[in-house]
């Protein structure tokens, strides 16, 4: 039977390959899927925006958890759209049905997202137009 310590390092070992297979996925969805490379651009607009802008410590907050959940959500999607292409290649109706379901969920964290962002920027930017043009 292994001792303690030889235990502990295996279970970090262990811990340590599991993130490595996870950022592997992401690196794979995002070389395979041209969702997630806009999703990449996406994210570096509201990064540059929030900077520019000196949003604050709680949009920050809520602008991460937006990009994260359609990061999230656009990986879960490919991970269903994989796993049904492995089981029915063909084409058969359920399996439409799931695809449509799993895209039908990104749309709407998208949508949410959307929502977030028009919330924390369209202020800061809507008083930028003004002070740049001088009236409302
Ligand atoms: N095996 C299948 N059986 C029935 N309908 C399918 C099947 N595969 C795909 N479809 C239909 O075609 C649509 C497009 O499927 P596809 O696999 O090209 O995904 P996608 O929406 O283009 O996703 P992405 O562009 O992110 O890869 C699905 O949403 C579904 O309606």
Sequence with gaps: MAKAPQRHRARWRHEVASFGYAIQG????L??????RFHALATAVVVALGAWLHVSRHDW???ALAVGAVWAAELMNTAIETIIDLVSPDFHPLAGRAKDVAA???LLMALAAGVVGLLVFGPPLWDKAVALNGHP
């Design 26 to 29: 992401i690196r794979e969805a």
């Design 31 to 36: 070389l395979s899927e041209p969702h997630l």
């Design 61 to 63: 907050a809520l602008l």
């Design 104 to 106: 039908g969920a990104v």
